[in-house]
């Protein structure tokens, strides 16, 4: 043993940390087999040599070579049974060996308990200010994983003021925390504090009686704690080495990945995983950059976080000053919106770190998140550290790499787009450089090879002189000047002559020799068409001007003849509704005296000639109200080869054999739209007009065919194919000043006395209403043909329906209500009302009839006239309609605007005789008078 305690045993230790300045005890693994090889006699000496190594004092050792030696102190005995030494020897090799912390606290709680006779032992950790339970190993459970805060528990006490702790009765001491310990087995304990110079842990030791702590118990835990801080400097010591390789070789992986041409978010993706890898606090990343405009995330990165999560940061707004650290998500008011989201994915903790450019411009966030509420570690911000601001570089280069890109491909696109080529001219080398864009102004494909002797035979004859002469003059020396020129190129392959505006500067060298000329070339030619025709509006400027104003005046003149027009159109057609109010009373009286026989032979003949006269006013409202637009109107389609033909028969019968009339009407014309009656009255119209004027005689030639009008056509209709119905006769025609104001309304072309003027108006009017047009052609001494244009049905004619005039109508009996606000009118028709068995019941407007209606008056027929003050006749009909419907309807009326009159209402126009009103009256009855050959047209 002496021999043993000459020699020294050596302490093997790791190289010193530089950042740090400690050393790690290992045992050399000789003193072990040293312990082993001694006599058994010598085993309690041995043990305590042993555990007073333990003992060492750091000043008394030296360095050699790297590792510490110390020399052991005085042995005194202690006996020591082979368990316990068994134990203390296992724990010395392990402790030896021990690669980190967590190694260190195992061995302590699996052998501590058996080297001291304890009940129970606990290693305890300082974590931010309080005492976490790690490991234990006890007869029953004790605080394994709790925490207290560390001025509340005896293990902090021990950390705080650096001495061990040993109490004999743990309730009869005030430091204990009764409440913690009163549920376990604990009487009796010692305390150890764990590291130097500042604890960071501690080792307790329990026991279930009160009992005195002897010296060696306390000896035997301290020299185990003391074993155990060498082991955990040199554990952590271990763990920065390899950290710190860790942690370049991820650098370099890092670092490669920056300068790789990869997608932004797979670079990034790859730096978390890295990230993720290196965290010894187990934190999960995420990389949020901010968009281009610096107001909204945009989420790049983050391998590990749930899918929904990531999905749902997308879009963020943000300000640059909410990069922070959320110690708790939980309780945070800035995650209110998300919270919810982010602890359902088990998310507690949030520490983003900033990344910026290398001007310091923010671009986002790299992001720590944990599933426990703790802070990163300072190894972990190292490297995120370093991170950020390698992202930041990446991020910057990738950005500024995309703008370039985009800014080249935008340059490319308006280079393409505006036909803008550059050229290169090398006079060292003889070459020329030309792009496609170039070469397709000279008609030069995009694959030929060009030289300069292209350029000067692609040139237009008429400008190669001058443009020649300005690309000397820019490439010498002396003069330097700019060429700028314009001129025309012929295209060598397609022949087309284009305009090119070329501009560039030659480069020289230092003695003045032009080494090169470059510049751009666009074509021109659009631009040079668009100059040439802006000459030649320019140059005829004036006489466009006074044509503008020509053809303005006309227009103004059509308007104002328009406007005439229109107001003539409205005063007529208000005189022949007043007209016709006239005429009912004289009409139906007359019709009465007639039908009577009033009066002898002389008094017939008087009746006669008024009833005549009375017809002739009828016709001339007629065409009044043609002419206003106001004649009700009823179209179908009419055979007008068969109304042509039929007119023509009568026309010639009037004429006298002086004129002679043709007539061509092929029979398979498609039908018109138009009414029937009008049209014959038109049409009777213009034969009239043709006939007086061919005072000594002529030929008429009434014709109708179809034609296709198209744009600019004279009558200024639609295009489309319409019916052309014309009376062309040889007279004396008319002047351009007559021909101007024919279809004026009382503006006679027969001369003063000889006509009403309002033939062609009605015609017109007609015309227009039927969606067509009255064209007249006409110049003195070669006659005048008027065409009327009518738009072509679709469908085939309609066969007129006459209705007779019976002799005698049928008598009814039943009860009717006449309202009419013309005392006259409503006298004459209540009496042929009451000739055709009517008990008549009088109003004098609207309201009265309302009136008589709601006192329950009885009637079978309304007659009702349309215009009327207050409530109309259409009006007073719905509401006859709707509260009494089978009572039979007639509405009478002056004129029949369409808008005021629905056309599902049976309508008699004013004035009208006794069998025009029991014609009307017939189908609403369900009857129909017999056929009679002189019966009056009313529909067709």
Not at 921 to 932: A, C, I, M, Q, V
Request: aromatic share 6%.
């Amino acid at each position: 043993m002496s021999r043993l305690r000459k020699q020294p045993f050596s302490t093997e230790f790791a190289h010193c940390c530089r950042s740090h300045n400690t050393a790690m005890l290992m045992l050399d693994s000789r003193f072990s087999e040293r312990l082993k090889s001694a006599h058994a006699e010598k085993r309690e000496s041995r043990h305590t040599l042993l555990f007073r190594h333990l003992q060492f004092e750091p000043d008394r050792g030296r360095r050699l070579c790297g590792r510490w030696e110390f020399r052991l102190l005085t042995v005194p005995k202690d006996p020591i049974g082979d368990d316990r030494l068994s134990h203390v020897l296992n724990a010395s090799e392990r402790l030896a060996s021990a690669a980190s912390v967590d190694e260190v606290v195992a061995v302590l709680r699996d052998t501590v308990r058996a080297t001291v006779g304890a009940e129970g032992v606990a290693v305890v950790i300082e974590n931010e200010g309080r005492c976490s339970y790690v490991a234990e190993d006890a007869v029953s459970p004790l605080w394994q994983g709790q925490n207290f805060l560390i001025d509340h528990c005896i293990s902090g006490w021990a950390m705080r003021h650096r001495k061990t702790v040993a109490i004999r009765d743990v309730r009869l001491d005030p430091r204990i925390p009764q409440d913690a310990y009163a549920p376990t087995f604990v009487r009796s304990l010692v305390m150890v504090p764990i590291g130097r110079p500042v604890p960071i842990s501690v080792l307790g030791a329990y026991w279930s009686e009160v009992r005195d702590h002897d010296p060696e118990t306390i000896k035997r835990l301290e020299s185990l704690a003391r074993l155990a801080t060498i082991a955990i400097e040199n554990a952590r010591l271990t763990q920065a080495r390899n950290r710190g390789a860790a942690l370049g070789a991820a650098q370099n992986r890092i670092l490669e990945l920056a300068v790789q041409e990869t997608a932004l978010n797979v670079t990034l993706d790859a730096i978390v995983r890295e990230v993720e890898a290196l965290s010894m606090s187990g934190f999960l990343g995420s990389i949020l950059l901010l968009n281009e405009d610096g107001n909204h995330l945009e989420h790049c990165a983050g391998p590990s976080l749930p899918y929904a999560y990531n999905e749902a940061v997308k879009s963020i707004a943000v300000e640059p000053s909410a990069v922070t650290a959320v110690a708790d998500i939980t309780n945070a008011p800035s995650w209110a919106d998300f919270r919810d989201l982010a602890v359902g994915q088990g998310l507690h903790v949030c520490w983003s770190i900033p990344i910026r450019s290398a001007q310091a411009t923010l671009l986002g966030a790299f992001v720590l998140y944990h599933h426990e509420l703790r802070e990163p570690l300072p190894a972990d911000m190292e490297i995120i550290d370093f991170v950020a601001h390698t992202v930041g570089l990446i991020v910057h280069r990738t950005r500024a790499d995309s703008a370039i890109r985009i800014s080249e491909s935008r340059l490319r696109l308006a280079v393409d787009h505006a036909d803008v080529g550059f050229w290169d001219v090398d006079f060292v080398n003889n070459t020329l450089v030309w792009p496609s864009q170039t070469k397709a102004m000279f008609g030069i494909s995009a694959d030929v090879t060009v030289t300069l002797q292209d350029f000067y035979e692609g040139l237009h004859p008429e400008d190669r002189e001058a443009t020649i002469t300005a690309f000397m003059a820019a490439a010498d020396p002396e003069r330097r000047a700019l060429y700028e020129v314009d001129y025309r190129t012929i295209g060598r392959e397609d022949g087309i002559v284009r305009w090119v505006a070329a501009k560039g500067r030659g480069v020289f060298d230092k003695a003045g020799l032009c080494l090169r000329m470059t510049g751009t070339a666009i074509e021109i030619t659009a631009r040079k068409a668009a100059e040439e025709k802006l000459r030649e509006l320019n140059d005829t400027l004036e006489g466009r001007i006074a044509q503008a104003i020509t053809e303005r005046e006309e227009v103004q003149k059509a308007l104002r003849q328009s406007q005439k027009m229109e107001a003539m159109g409205q005063l007529t057609g208000g005189v022949a509704h007043d007209f016709n109010n006239l005429l009912t009373p004289i009409v139906g009286t007359l019709d009465l005296l007639q039908r009577r026989g009033v009066g002898g032979e002389r008094e017939q003949r008087l009746i006669s000639g008024a009833m005549q006269s009375a017809e002739r006013a009828k016709t001339l409202v007629q065409r009044l109200l043609a002419f206003a637009r106001r004649q009700p109107l009823q179209t179908v389609p009419v055979d007008v080869a068969r109304l042509v033909s039929d007119m023509g028969d009568l026309v010639a019968s009037t004429t006298g054999p002086q004129i002679k009339v043709v007539v061509d009407a092929p029979q398979n014309l498609p039908a018109a739209i138009a009414d029937q009656n009008q049209l014959e009255m038109a049409l009777l119209n213009l034969s009239v007009n043709a006939r007086d004027a061919m005072l000594q005689g002529g030929t008429m030639r009434i014709s109708a065919s179809t034609s296709l009008v198209g744009n600019g056509h004279r009558s200024k209709l639609p295009p489309g194919e319409y019916l052309c119905l014309s009376v062309v006769d040889t007279g004396i025609g008319m002047d351009a000043a007559t021909l101007a104001r024919a279809v004026e309304p009382f503006f006679s072309t027969k001369g003063v006395g000889k006509g009403t003027g309002l033939g062609l108006s009605m015609v017109h009017g007609l015309a227009s209403q039927l969606n067509g047009a009255l064209t007249i052609q006409s110049s003195p001494g070669f006659g005048t043909n008027v065409e009327l244009w009518l738009p072509r049905s679709t469908t085939e004619s309609t066969v007129a329906l006459r209705i007779v005039e019976a002799s005698e109508p049928r008598l009814t009996h039943g009860i009717a209500l006449l309202v009419d606000d013309e005392e006259l009118v409503r006298a004459s028709t209540s009496y042929m009302l009451a000739e055709l068995g009517y008990s008549v019941i009088e109003a004098a407007s609207g309201e009265e009839a309302m009136q008589l209606m709601a006192h329950g008056e009885p009637f079978d027929l309304l007659v009702t006239d349309h215009l009327m003050p207050g409530i109309s006749g259409t009006d007073l009909a719905r509401v006859v309609q709707r509260s009494r419907p089978e009572t039979a309807i007639l509405l009478v009326s002056g004129y029949a605007e369409r808008e005021g009159l629905d056309p599902d209402l049976p309508r008699l126009t004013k004035p009208f005789r006794k069998s025009e009103l029991a014609a009307s009256l017939s189908p609403l009855r369900g009857e129909f008078p017999n056929e009679d050959p002189e019966a009056k047209v009313v529909a067709p």
